[in-house]
């Protein structure tokens, strides 16, 4: 596709900045145009859970420089479909954006309560704003209960700490937080967040929200009442890929369904990228999707080169997925495909540093590890799955 | 070309240390990064744009005057 002279990146977070300046990067200098939903160019989401929450960090510093590319940024509005026939973009606000390529780089957004909820005091936490949000909702005396454990749920919980919130409760339907990194690293999690004063309710989970206009309560499943008066629903995310709809593109589980090559299934001048988008990986049988900030940018670089190479020229694009969590001053990382291991075998176990490494392997196959306070163990894992042939799933 | 790695914001992720790996290492108590070398021949230019790219912390940046051309 390397005639193409009008590229569109519909999405301007971590994998649309990247898109656009791999998409310079490899030569291209027609026109690119940057659709984003938030008024702001794109800017870094890690500390939102951590730094900007606590006041340490002002969330100006978590931009980009994203003066890097030449493009003309449309912020504020957003992709509401696609006409793949006369190759526009229509807007939410009614204009139309012509492409000859295009990036899907749209993000997904924080999954709501499935039921209904007050509405004030419930928060979600996904953008700037949210951030800002939950800040400002919250002093020592706020009651607050934090709906999912995992790694959103757990660093707002050590963030509210941090911050001297004196009730936190941390929730969760699994038995141990952080329910996608086993009962290993479970355990430890839990212990950290009992050692800094997090009240732990795993096992169960919210039957309704009490409060007419402002939360007061969760009653809990196990028929006990948590007193709240902020909630912040931390229950992972939904694809935005309503916009899709009629396009025909395929979709998996509501995300773009894409070849080995980043590129939308069937579809010559569309690629995708970050956390909108799915693919079939070597070592699964399904096609999967990573919903961390490494394969944001990872996967945008490839999409982009891939959507600028004639066909026969594209390449796979085959990661070893990575993640980090930090809460208390730990950091926990996670290389692989730890999740899709059959077994977990405990290596290292040093409560006195905190040192943790766990690794999983199915059938004597490494799959991934998870460490706690040894990212040079982390980087082990990382190099030697990269080094080993990934037999066919 | 000139690597700015600021020591103070690294967070020992280590993703420098592995798309750089002649640019970069873990320090010997492993709590941050070390730069091996700040301002190295040309031929490292693609590894120095990776690690500043994949850090999360933002701690790495090419010199204004060595970016590349966007």
């Known amino acids: ?116 909820v007050p509405p004030l005091g419930v928060h979600t936490l996904r953008t700037v704003a949210d951030s800002l949000a939950l800040r400002r909702a919250v002093d020592p005396a706020t009651r607050v209960a934090v709906l999912g454990a995992g790694f959103l749920g757990c660093e707002v919980a050590a963030s509210l700490r941090t911050l001297g919130v004196a009730t936190v409760t941390l929730i969760d339907i699994a038995p141990h937080p952080m329910p996608g990194l086993g009962p290993e ?54 694809p935005n890929t309503e916009w899709l709809a009629g396009s025909g593109l395929a979709l998996h589980r509501g995300s773009v369904l894409c070849d080995t090559h980043c590129m939308a299934v069937g579809a010559d001048r569309i690629a995708a990228a970050g956390d909108v988008a799915a693919w079939p990986h070597p070592r699964l049988s399904e096609p999967f999707q990573v919903e961390h900030w490494t394969n944001a940018g990872d996967m945008a670089k490839a999409a982009a080169a891939n959507l600028l190479a004639a066909p026969a020229h594209r390449t796979p694009y085959t990661p070893v997925p990575t993640f980090w969590s930090d809460q208390y001053g730990a950091k926990i990382q996670s290389a692989g495909l730890f999740g899709h291991a059959t077994r977990r075998t405990v290596v290292e176990d040093d409560p006195g540093s905190g040192r943790l490494v766990v690794e999983g392997d199915r059938d004597g196959e490494l799959m991934g590890a998870v460490t706690v306070n040894r990212p040079r163990a982390l980087i082990g894992y990382q190099r030697a799955l990269a080094a080993s042939p990934a037999p066919a799933a | 070309m000139r690597i700015e790695f600021d020591a103070a914001l690294c967070d020992a992720h280590g993703q420098c240390v592995i798309v750089a790996p002649e640019l970069f290492d873990l320090g010997d108590d492993d709590d941050a990064a070390t730069l091996l070398d700040p301002q190295p021949g040309e031929r490292l230019r693609g590894q120095a744009q990776a690690a500043a790219d994949a850090c999360p912390a933002a701690a790495i940046a090419l010199a204004a005057a060595d970016k590349l051309p966007r």
Not at chain 1, 80 to 99: C, E, N
Not at chain 1, 206 to 214: H, I, K, L, P, Q
Not at chain 1, 215 to 220: I, S, Y
């Open chain 1, 185 to 238: 690293i479970g355990a430890r999690v839990a212990a950290m967040h009992a050692e800094h004063g997090v009240r732990l309710r795993l096992g169960t989970t919210v039957a309704r929200f009490e409060g007419r206009r402002r939360v007061t309560a969760l009653h809990m499943a196990d028929g006990t009442r948590i007193p709240a008066d902020v909630v912040l629903i931390a229950l992972g995310s939904v």
């Open chain 1, 1 to 116: 596709m390397t005639q193409a002279r009008r590229i569109v990146i519909a999405g301007a977070g971590l994998a649309g900045l990247r898109a656009g300046e791999a998409l310079r990067d490899g030569g291209f200098d027609g026109e690119l145009t940057v659709i984003g939903d938030e008024p702001h160019p794109p800017y870094n989401r890690p500390p939102l859970s951590k730094q900007v929450l606590t006041g340490t960090m002002d969330p100006d510093r978590c931009r980009f420089p994203a003066d890097r590319i030449q493009a003309t940024w449309l912020l504020g509005t957003r992709a509401a479909a696609l006409d793949r026939a006369r190759r526009t973009i229509l807007l939410h606000d009614g204009r139309q954006v012509p492409y000859d390529g295009l990036v899907i780089a749209t993000g997904r957004r924080a999954r709501p309560w499935p039921g209904r």
